[in-house]
């Protein structure tokens, strides 16, 4: 890995962190002082006890602001993969090894090779790039969440499994810019979901190229935010949702310098030379939505355009439609992460007329704090080196309880038929058309399962029914493995619960069927 920054992270609030703080000690001050009061008038009366009590209640919660606070770890990557194969190894890519390790996975691709032949058979089976990253990362407990697909862009999310089942209300959508809007090669892909309770939105663009489209560039960003919409009352629109983050090959380039200025300065590692004739940071400067978004400082190389299979820039210069010699192209920033959390000054307007506020910002506000903001100079597959940014997502958790417990009763074999119960725990949308699947840990996604059933097919089951359900031996693995059963909801298109990893044991059958020797060493299996 190069070209890793050491300055002081980029780090975002929802809350003004000064007043927000001295807010709620002026109020824990005024809990304990009423506190105070109650204890020296504390008698027998019960009047006095409950005063006490509620006091201490309302105190205990307010310091629960400060405590009550879990961090998680995202890494994000985009990559304008220039219609290439993978590369055999994304380790470096993913950092694996990373500590504390990472939550969830973001992966933006653009200009993922999609020929009318290629495009409908990765609509039929996973497309290769998807493959490479599930095959990387379920060994190491990450399932895929979902994805979404427009011609050349892609939108991946992974999570550890302990997360997937408070990931709820998953939707997509994509808007096409090409061609007028007709064609999908340019445009932006998205994904919404609620995180314990925190709504998320990720949205990854490939806009118009060239130099001097900046601001064709940013007429298409406008328009994708006005056009993206999903089916949720109270975040209709992408920037509706508490934390947006914004990336891919947004395709600003770097203004006016010639390019012996630009080479010079990106060989002896002086950057912020380039950094105001940036053409996002320059739009910046007098676009409101733009001035709504972070990002890091770019202290990396300029991520385009290489010689591939090189960290060379541009050394070829492309032919003209006539066939004349054309110009190298400069290097630039066109693969970018940004980010914006909706602040407490977008405060929503009733039906009056009048803005109100929500206390939600207070009780539970999220902190983005970036960690690293990087490219990867390794790869060279694309003419585009991959970028990756690093967070860490503080909040305070909404949500904390699964919508179903399930578990797997008795030992499980496929000597004979398994149960398995489950019971709603919480009002949710739940369909006859939900099932449970049984998975093998290390699984790679949702529809990775090794088996399903139903879940209760005449009705929908009532809170804290306790429903059981039977498994077919012959739909059992015959080898010993760890494994669970996952609740899958059909109207939340997501695994919602997890039952505890339990073990299957080796059936008697697979001696029989030869899948093991009948002893070993001499001894009888």
């Known amino acids: ?42 008698s027998s009366d019960d009047e006095v006890n409950e005063e006490v009590s509620r006091t201490l209640d309302e105190a205990f919660q307010l310091c629960g602001r400060y405590t009550n606070k879990e961090s998680f ?3 994000m990557v985009t990559w304008n993969v220039g219609t290439a194969e993978p590369p055999a190894d994304v380790s470096s890519l993913l950092q694996l090894d ?6 969830l996975y973001v992966i933006g691709l653009q200009e993922v090779n999609s020929t009318p032949v290629r495009y409908i058979s990765d609509l039929i089976a996973e497309d290769s790039w998807s493959h490479l990253l599930m095959d990387t990362l379920a060994p190491k407990g990450y399932i895929k969440v979902t994805s979404v697909r427009m011609q050349g862009l892609l939108l991946i999310l992974f999570a550890k499994q302990v997360h997937l089942p408070f990931i709820r209300d998953i939707q997509s959508t994509y808007t096409r810019t090409g061609l007028f809007g007709y064609w999908g090669n340019k445009g932006g892909v998205s994904v919404r979901f609620s995180f314990y309770g925190h ?7 490939h806009l118009a190229a060239h130099m001097n489209y900046a601001l064709q560039r940013m007429d298409e960003f406008e328009y994708i935010l006005d056009t993206q919409d999903f089916d949720m009352y109270n975040t209709p ?7 947006v983050f914004w ?3 947004l395709n600003f380039r770097i203004a006016d ?5 630009l080479r010079s300065s990106i060989n002896n590692n002086r950057f912020n030379l380039l950094w105001n004739k940036d053409q996002l940071t320059m739009l910046k400067k007098n676009e409101p939505i733009l001035q709504e978004f972070e990002e890091g400082p770019l202290q990396f190389k300029p991520t385009y355009k290489f010689d591939r299979f090189s960290e060379t820039y541009d050394t070829r210069a492309p032919k003209t439609w006539l066939g004349f010699a054309g110009k190298k192209r400069k290097p630039a920033w066109t693969d970018r992460i940004l980010w914006r959390i909706k602040t407490k000054a977008s405060d929503s307007e009733d039906e009056s007329g009048s803005t109100t506020s929500s206390a939600d910002d207070d009780e539970y506000p999220v902190k983005v704090t970036q960690d690293m903001y990087t490219c990867d100079v390794s790869y060279g597959v694309s ?16 949500v904390e309880t699964a919508l179903v417990r399930l578990t797997a009763e008795g030992c499980w074999s496929a000597d004979e038929d398994a149960l398995l119960t489950y019971t709603i725990l919480e009002t949710f949308e739940s369909s006859t058309w939900d099932w449970i699947g049984l998975y093998k840990i290390g699984f790679k996604s949702a529809s990775d399962y090794i088996t399903f059933a139903w879940v209760k097919d005449d009705e929908v089951a009532a809170n804290g029914e306790v429903v059981m359900v039977t498994v077919s031996k012959d739909e059992l693995p015959l080898l010993a493995g760890e494994y669970v059963v996952g609740y899958y909801s059909s109207n939340m298109r997501t695994i919602i619960a997890f039952s505890p990893t339990f073990q299957i044991l080796e059936s008697k059958r697979a001696v029989m069927e030869g899948l093991i020797p009948e002893n070993i060493n001499g001894h009888e299996k």
């Open 98 to 103: 990373s500590q504390p390790a990472t939550d």
């Open 1 to 42: 890995m190069s070209d890793m920054f050491d300055v002081p992270r980029a780090c975002s609030d929802s809350i003004s962190s000064t007043a927000s703080l001295s807010t709620l000690r002026l109020m824990l001050r005024q809990r304990l002082s009423q506190l105070l009061t109650c204890v020296e008038d504390l």
């Open 257 to 261: 310098h010639g390019m012996h200025f």
């Open 199 to 205: 709504m998320l939105c990720f949205l990854n663009c």
């Open 383 to 398: 003419d585009h080196k991959p970028v990756i940014g690093t967070f860490n997502l503080e909040i305070r958790k909404k």
């Open 237 to 243: 629109y992408v920037l509706d949702h508490k934390v």
């Open 247 to 249: 990336f891919g090959d």
């Open 73 to 75: 770890r995202l890494h």
